[in-house]
């Protein structure tokens, strides 16, 4: 069993950064793979990064590839999320998402959710 919660949202204009963290309970924090979502309004989920169990491998979607960075402390049990140059369709509510494969995109795979953060990026 595994507890996500998330932390760092909030107001920012475009162009700035924000770093969001995602602290997991539990021992076992190392035999997961680790993803982040966003939804904005009126749309579904969508993948956005994913990390593997030990921080070796990352895959980004196309939109934020050179602005967002994943990262792991497994010894913290947190998960990272630093993205800069933001801009206003990087604005949704957040989530971190955990799953014993590095399933990558495959939001069925992520069997362990954290509530949300929200990230708004003002024009």
């Known amino acids: 069993q595994v507890q996500l919660v998330e932390s760092g949202g909030g107001l920012v204009q475009a162009g700035g950064s924000l770093r969001l963290s995602c602290a997991a309970s539990g021992r076992t924090f190392s035999s997961y793979a680790l993803g982040w979502f966003r939804q904005a309004p009126g749309k579904e989920r969508e993948f956005v990064v994913a990390?593997?169990?030990?921080?070796?491998?990352?895959y980004y979607i196309d939109s934020v590839k050179g602005r967002f960075t994943i990262s792991r402390d497994n010894a913290k049990n947190t998960v990272y999320l630093q993205m800069n140059s933001l801009k206003p369709e990087d604005t949704a509510v957040y989530y971190c998402?955990?799953?014993?494969?590095?399933?990558?995109?495959?939001?069925?795979?992520?069997?362990?959710w954290g509530q949300g953060t929200q990230v708004t990026v003002s024009s």
């Open positions: 990390i593997s169990r030990s921080g070796g491998s990352t």
């Open positions: 998402a955990a799953s014993p494969d590095y399933s990558i995109r495959r939001e069925a795979a992520y069997g362990y």
